[in-house]
Nanobody, 122 residues
Framework: QVQLKESGGGSVQAGGSLRLSCAIS?????VAWFRQAPGEERAFVAS???????DYADSIMGRSTLHKDAPKNILDLQLENLRPEDTGTYYC???????????????????WGQGTQVTVSS
């Protein structure tokens, strides 16, 4: 069974950067990052898809980059120029497949990590 562990979260001032890491116990076809702010729905952030493409949410477009370390089964999310609205718990998710109609949705992923907290202060 696939297991995931997130790390790298913390507190940062607006305009700062963080690098989040997702360690994966196996090599699923699709890996994604989601963010959940207090009182809000869990929302898509970015994904590395099994067709080789990447997707980024509009809210983080141009301020985030995915980095894959295949030998270590790690997928990092580099966050830059952070804003207070980026605050939330960031989750790593994975699944064997990710059809286009599901890859941006929570329901599209079977395996989830426990999350890492990101707090951006103004």
């Amino acid at each position: 069974q696939v297991q995931l562990k997130e790390s790298g979260g913390g507190s940062v001032q607006a305009g700062g950067s963080l690098r989040l890491s997702c360690a994966i116990s196996a090599g699923p076809g699709c890996v994604a990052w989601f963010r959940q702010a207090p009182g809000e729905e869990r929302a898509f952030v970015a994904s590395l898809n099994n067709d080789g493409t990447t997707d980024y949410a509009d809210s983080i477009m141009g301020r985030s980059t995915l980095h894959k370390d295949a030998p270590k089964n790690i997928l990092d999310l580099q966050l830059e120029n952070l804003r207070p609205e980026d605050t939330g718990t960031y989750y790593c998710a994975a699944d064997r497949q990710c059809p286009k109609w599901l890859r941006l949705q929570v329901a599209g992923y079977q395996y989830w990590g426990q999350g890492t907290q990101v707090t951006v202060s103004s």
